[in-house]
């Protein structure tokens, strides 16, 4: 009697690499589109509440200066950074000024990875009645 080898053949292996590669050149450029603009709305969000801390912070009659926004007695405890590059700072602006991201946008036509409050008013998503 011939013994009964248990196992997969190769080209069934083969036939399930050629399924997971497909699946993950499908996934992973709307991941990586879908991350982008997580951290852009993430940024926006950033620029709200430091905008909203420049309006308490002016009409409680102090100056704009980053002592006075942020830490410990200030408006935001703890600084924001843009999510997408951790070390990119935000321009705290003037009193006539919004708050901005000096974040580098690698791809141009991308709009969707704008780190600015005027990308919100565009999209019709800022407040109004």
């Given at each position: ?7 997969f ?16 050149a499908?996934?992973?450029?709307n991941?990586?589109k ?7 709305t993430?940024?926006v ?20 200066d980053?002592s006075?926004l ?5 408006y935001i405890?703890v600084e ?22 000096s974040?580098?946008?690698t ?13 919100v008013?565009a ?7």
């Amino acid at each position: 009697m011939k013994k009964m080898l248990k196992g997969f053949t190769l080209v069934e292996i083969m036939i399930v690499v050629a399924i997971i590669a497909i699946l993950a050149a499908v996934a992973i450029p709307n991941f990586i589109k879908y991350r982008r603009s997580s951290q852009a709305t993430a940024c926006v969000s950033n620029l709200k509440q430091i905008q909203a801390a420049k309006e308490q912070c002016l009409m409680a009659g102090k100056t704009l200066d980053s002592s006075n926004l942020f830490g410990a007695t200030g408006y935001i405890k703890v600084e924001p950074k843009c999510p997408a590059q951790m070390t990119v700072s935000y321009t705290i602006g003037d009193a006539t000024t919004d708050p901005s991201c000096s974040y580098s946008q690698t791809d141009a036509s991308d709009t969707s990875t704008w780190h600015s409050l005027n990308r919100v008013a565009a999209q019709g998503g800022g407040e109004g009645g």
